[in-house]
C-alpha cells in the first residue's frame, strides 16, 4: 500500500468551477498535512497544512480533514487558468523525527 | 524566495566526476531534507537529517552521499552516477517537530543531467 495516495488525474475543470483533489494516507497516527503546488520545472510551493480535523479556509483555498477516515482534501474555489498545476499531498509520518511523504500529485488543468 | 537556497541550479555531469550539490538555510530550521523528482513521478524522500544526525537513509545507492556539518548546510555528494540519475533534487528544511503553525520550506532545486 502507498504511504500517500492522490489520483494522478489531470482533473480538468471550468474557469470558475470548484475544484477537489482528494489524499488518502497509510499512516494512522500522522497529525500534520500539507498542500503543495508544483507548477512544471518549478520547485513545490506550500499552499496550506491543516493539523486538526475539519475544514481550514484561506481564500480561494479550503483543506479538509478527517482523520478517522485518513483522508485530507483540497478545494479550489472559483478556479483560475493560473491554477493549472500539480497538486501534492503531503503528511509528516508519526513517531520519532520529521519525515516528509508525497503522494505522486494530481494534475489539475482550469479551461476558459 | 522561501529561504532555503541550492547551488546549482543546473548541473551536467559525466558519469566519471564528483561532484556536489549545496544546500542552506537560515530559518532556525533543524530537520533538512533531500528529494528527487524524476520526470513523471512522484518526490522521493532520500534522507532525512534532525539536528545534524541521519535520521533517515530511504535505500538510497551509496553513489550518492549526503552531509550535514551543521543546522544550516546539507550536501549531496554524487559520483559514478548513472543516467537514470538525471532529476530534479530539491532540498527542504522544516522545525524539528512539526505541529502548529509550521511548515517545511522547499529550495528551487538543482537540475541534474547525467550524460
Known amino acids: 500500500q502507498k504511504e500517500v495516495e492522490q489520483n494522478s488525474g489531470p482533473l480538468s475543470v471550468p474557469e470558475g468551477a470548484i475544484a477537489s483533489l482528494n489524499c488518502t494516507y497509510s499512516?494512522?497516527?500522522?497529525?500534520?498535512f500539507f498542500w503543495y503546488r508544483q507548477y512544471s520545472g518549478k520547485s513545490p510551493e506550500l499552499i496550506m497544512f491543516?493539523?486538526?480535523?475539519g475544514d481550514k479556509e484561506d481564500g480561494r483555498f479550503t483543506a479538509q480533514l478527517n482523520k478517522a477516515s485518513q483522508y485530507v482534501s483540497l478545494l479550489i474555489r472559483d478556479s483560475q487558468p493560473s491554477d493549472s498545476a500539480t497538486y501534492l499531498c503531503?503528511?509528516?509520518?508519526?513517531?520519532?523525527?520529521?519525515?516528509?511523504?508525497f503522494g505522486a500529485g494530481t494534475r489539475l488543468a482550469v479551461h476558459p | 524566495e522561501t529561504g532555503v537556497t541550492q547551488t546549482p541550479r543546473h548541473l551536467v555531469m559525466g558519469m566519471t566526476n564528483k561532484k556536489s550539490l549545496k544546500c542552506e538555510q537560515h530559518?532556525?530550521?533543524?530537520?533538512m531534507y533531500w528529494y528527487k523528482q524524476s520526470a513523471k513521478k512522484p518526490l522521493e524522500l532520500m534522507f532525512v537529517?534532525?539536528?545534524?544526525?541521519?535520521?533517515e537513509n530511504n535505500s538510497v545507492p551509496s553513489r550518492f552521499s549526503p552531509e550535514c556539518p551543521n543546522s544550516s548546510h546539507l550536501f549531496l555528494h554524487l559520483h559514478t552516477l548513472q543516467p537514470e540519475d538525471s532529476a530534479l533534487y530539491l532540498c527542504?528544511?522544516?522545525?524539528?517537530?512539526?505541529?502548529?503553525?509550521?511548515?517545511?520550506?522547499f529550495g528551487q532545486g538543482t537540475r541534474l543531467t547525467v550524460v
Open positions: 491543516i493539523y486538526s480535523n
Open positions: 503531503a503528511v509528516i509520518f508519526s513517531g520519532g523525527y520529521n519525515k516528509l511523504i
Open positions: 527542504a528544511s522544516s522545525p524539528p517537530r512539526i505541529g502548529g503553525d509550521t511548515e517545511a520550506f
Open positions: 537529517y534532525n539536528f545534524k544526525e541521519q535520521t
Open positions: 499512516d494512522r497516527g500522522s497529525q500534520s
Open positions: 530559518l532556525g530550521h533543524n530537520a
